[in-house]
């Protein structure tokens, strides 16, 4: 019972952090917190009641290391095929290389458990805490993510800023146009509840693009049916955070308040909306579908900028993984 009181606790905790802010990453340390002890407290009153569960519970455990050699084998399937579809950029690449990372961890696992020696078992207890580290890091990014692009969507704005993507030979791609619909999909229902929305179409040129993505954002919208008195393109930006930051400046140079939605892409919600969290705006952000196989690659992109963006803190969090491994092999020899 105390596994499930401890569950209630990191339940209450989240609910109260999330009604103050659901774009916190910390909302999912809770989340997780809340099902592990939630989980492993369910599990043990069951196996009390039911010894033979017991065997189960040792089977999914074994079992465990199997699903982490079909988790490597799904990432490397996919990032073959990302290499196929969208080229080799180190970005397309991340599920591969993040498969096959995991197939090393797994051998290099094997080897030093069967090394016998202190050595190996002492390295092997190091690898296993920080890949354990990582995992946890994951997990609550992907419990978060999966929560705020899923749990009360909002659906309606009285601006709507869409973050670009890209464009291919100056005209707007699939993904871009995934994006564009989803704001006017969040424009529409604005505009059905009387409301005067304006959309914001957030891009500049890139290196390779004959004109600014906003510019060319604009132009679909307006084709779409949005009146171009309603759409205000921002046209200097060249990643996410500037995104944000210029399109709340015009947003302010047009005298435009009240609620803000962005839309970007599912894999990008969580991100584009710690950003946004971060230049103190109050905007949402929702999500377009995109294709499944490029989810993947995508989604473990947002999860590295999210960990680079916060590299200090994860360092003090490793460093603090081995001083206690140091301390536990001092300790054992001694």
């Not at 290389?97 to 390295?123: D, N």
């Not at 946890?136 to 419990?143: K, Q, R, T």
């Not at 179409?201 to 390779?208: L, R």
């Amino acid at each position: 019972m105390v596994l499930l009181a401890f569950a209630v606790v990191c339940a209450l905790g989240y609910v109260a952090l999330r009604r103050r802010d659901r774009r916190m990453l910390r909302n999912g340390v809770l989340l997780l917190g809340a099902l592990f002890f939630g989980v492993l407290g369910v599990v043990e009153v069951v196996a009390t009641r039911f010894p033979a569960v017991q065997v189960l519970l040792v089977g999914a455990i074994l079992l465990f290391p199997v699903g982490v050699v079909v988790l490597a084998g799904f990432l490397i399937a996919n990032g073959v095929r990302m290499f196929r579809r969208e080229g080799r950029s180190l970005g397309n690449l991340l599920s591969l290389v993040v498969g096959f990372g995991l197939v090393v961890v797994i051998a290099a696992l094997a080897v030093l458990l069967r090394s016998g020696s202190t050595f190996g078992e002492a390295a092997f207890l190091l690898v296993l805490a920080v890949a354990g580290y990582v995992g946890i890091v994951f997990l609550v990014f992907l419990l978060s993510a999966l929560v705020y692009g899923h749990v009360d969507k909002p659906r309606e704005a009285d601006v709507v800023v869409v973050l670009g993507s890209g464009l291919v030979r100056g005209q707007v791609p699939p993904l871009l146009r995934s994006r564009l619909d989803k704001g006017i999909a969040v424009w529409r229902h604005s505009v059905e509840r009387g409301r005067s929305t304006v959309m914001i179409p957030s891009g500049g040129q890139g290196p390779d693009e004959s004109r600014a993505e906003g510019a060319a954002m604009a132009e679909y919208l307006v084709a779409q049916g949005v009146p171009e008195t309603a759409v205000l393109p921002e046209t200097r930006s060249t990643n996410t955070d500037e995104n944000l930051r210029f399109s709340q400046r015009v947003q302010q140079d047009a005298g435009l308040t009240g609620s803000v939605v962005v839309a970007t892409s599912n894999y990008h919600v969580m991100r584009a909306a710690m950003l946004a969290r971060s230049i103190g705006s109050d905007a949402e952000v929702v999500g377009a579908r995109t294709a499944r196989y490029y989810v993947p690659s995508a989604f473990l992109r947002e999860f590295v900028a999210v960990v680079a963006a916060h590299r200090v803190a994860h360092a003090v969090a490793l460093a603090a993984v081995v001083a206690f491994w140091v301390w536990v092999v001092v300790t054992e020899v001694v």
